[in-house]
Nanobody, 128 residues
Framework: QVQLVESGGGLVQAGGSLRLSCAASGRTFSSYVMGWFRQAPGKEREFVAAIRSGGSTYYADSVKGRFTISRDSAKNTVYLQMNSLNVEDTAVYYC??????????????????????WGQGTQVTVSS
């Protein structure tokens, strides 16, 4: 079992930055693919970013160049640095963890099916 707790959400003006954190329980954190998803009101939950145990990253096209995912295995924590935020980034952001399989690529870990554990979410609101 893995428990995930997100933090760092809040209200920010367009053009601003936020850093989300996700603290994971368990001793096998380093073997999991860690991802961030988001869900805006009335919309489906969508992929944002993911990072594999070896450090490879995946990003949604909508956040490339603005968001950066990173992980600190010593702290069992994954981060999402969000810059140049715009109103369309407003959503609840969820952290997720999935058991890693070497032969599975981005098609798997950019989808919800790639993840077994989810956090409760943290609200990010971007005002114009």
């Amino acid at each position: 079992q893995v428990q995930l707790v997100e933090s760092g959400g809040g209200l920010v003006q367009a053009g601003g930055s936020l850093r989300l954190s996700c603290a994971a329980s368990g001793r096998t954190f380093s073997s999991y693919v860690m991802g961030w998803f988001r869900q805006a009101p009335g919309k489906e939950r969508e992929f944002v970013a993911a990072i594999r145990s070896g450090g490879s990253t995946y990003y949604a096209d909508s956040v490339k160049g603005r968001f950066t995912i990173s992980r600190d295995s010593a702290k069992n924590t994954v981060y999402l640095q969000m810059n140049s935020l715009n109103v369309e980034d407003t959503a609840v952001y969820y952290c997720a963890a999935g058991g890693e399989t070497d032969w599975r690529g981005s098609y798997y870990y950019t989808a919800r099916r790639g993840y077994d554990y989810w956090g409760q979410g943290t609200q990010v609101t971007v005002s114009s």
